[in-house]
């Protein structure tokens, strides 16, 4: 098992930047490809963006591509997401994700989940 905790969110206004972490505990951190969702109030949780074992790979969705960069280290057992030019449209709870044998942008696989981190951008 994996344990993952969220950091770094907080309240920022249109155009800032903010840099989520998530730090994981317990198993090789290398043995997960790790994601990043959000749900905001009243809507589904969706897909932000996921990173591959190794770090190699990573594929974003397309309302954050440009922006938005994940990264990891497997050193530090963390994986982070640099978030550029918010928007409001981006307050939600953050939540990172992991998963031994899935990579990619689907929720159900992902078998481990952080308790979240709250992004709020103001107008």
């Known amino acids: 098992q994996v344990q993952l905790v969220e950091s770094g969110g907080g309240l920022v206004q249109t155009g800032d930047s903010l840099r989520l972490s998530c730090a994981a505990s317990?198993?090789?951190?290398?043995?997960?490809?790790m994601g990043w969702f959000r749900q905001a109030p009243g809507k589904e949780r969706e897909f932000v963006t996921a990173?591959?074992?190794?770090?190699?790979?990573?594929y974003y969705a397309d309302s954050v591509k440009g922006r938005f960069t994940i990264s990891r280290d497997n050193a530090k057992n963390t994986v982070y997401l640099q978030m550029n030019s918010l928007k409001p449209e981006d307050t939600a709870l953050y939540y990172c994700?992991?998963?031994?044998?899935?990579?990619?942008?689907?929720?159900?696989?992902?078998?481990?989940w952080g308790q979240g981190t709250q992004v709020t951008v103001s107008s």
């Open positions: 994700a992991a998963s031994e044998r899935y990579y990619g942008s689907s929720y159900y696989p992902y078998d481990y």
């Open positions: 317990g198993r090789t951190f290398s043995s997960y490809a």
């Open positions: 990173i591959s074992w190794s770090g190699g790979s990573t």
